[in-house]
């Protein structure tokens, strides 16, 4: 078990750029999730997996983002577009059953200039 | 819908005191309750969970939280604090439905005086 893992652990965009971020979820794990943090806030609800299907998206999560886990292994989360209200912490987290643990990645953290 | 609220923006406490940080939430049916700790830069740690059974939890570093459902609270509590301990703190709860929702607090920033 090496945890959850996230890359890169920093990436700094000019606005209107497209930026996509990977998480790996502890193996064997079949629910993922992402969510977002800005300065000063809790982790905000973005979107669940099970296994490949997303089965549920926040309003957050606008149509300039979409998000994978094409095989229900790893994901990926793409910001088309981006705005400088983008530059957040993006956090991913996994689990493996319904009732369990949300285990956390290291995070992502965005700049968008 | 689910919400979490954690009066205490910022706590300073000197080394070797105790510690309670404030927890109180807001759910329909038994809820799931976490508390998870965030050391700068760096993702989130469980500290720990409540899902059923004693009301009094322990997890590690030596924290204990107690579920109280008359008062809607899971405070955070720790007898003796350490320099390491300064961190933020985040209370969060989790529905019991579908698939775990997890909605966090705004967090509580804990400063460690020598």
């Known amino acids: 078990d090496t945890g959850v893992s996230q890359d890169p652990r920093h990436k700094i965009t000019k606005r209107g750029q497209n930026v996509t971020f990977r998480c790996d979820p502890i193996?064997?794990?079949?629910?993922l999730y992402w969510y977002r943090q800005t300065l000063g806030q809790g982790p905000e609800f973005l979107t669940y997996f099970q296994n490949e299907a997303q089965l549920e998206k926040s309003r957050l999560l606008s149509d300039r983002f979409s998000a994978e886990r094409p095989k229900g292994s790893f994901s990926t989360l793409e910001i088309q577009r981006t705005e400088q209200g983008d530059s957040a912490m993006y956090l991913c987290a996994s689990s493996i059953g319904k009732a369990e643990t949300q285990y956390f990645g290291p995070g992502t953290r965005l700049l968008v200039l | 819908a689910q919400s979490v609220t954690q009066p205490d923006i910022h706590i300073t406490v000197s080394e070797g005191a105790s510690l309670e940080l404030r927890c109180n939430y807001s759910y329909g049916a038994t809820p799931y309750l976490f508390w998870y700790v965030q050391s700068p830069g760096q993702g989130l740690q469980l500290l720990l969970k409540y899902f059923s059974g004693d009301t009094l939890v322990q997890g590690i570093k030596g924290f204990e939280a107690e579920f109280k459902r008359s008062q809607s609270s899971f405070n955070l509590r720790k007898p003796s604090v350490h320099w390491s301990d300064a961190a933020e703190y985040f209370c969060?709860?989790?529905?019991?439905?579908?698939?775990?929702?997890?909605?966090f607090g705004t967090g509580t920033k804990l400063q460690v005086i020598p």
């Open positions: 193996s064997e794990h079949n629910r």
């Open positions: 969060a709860v989790g529905n019991s439905g579908g698939y775990q929702k997890v909605t």
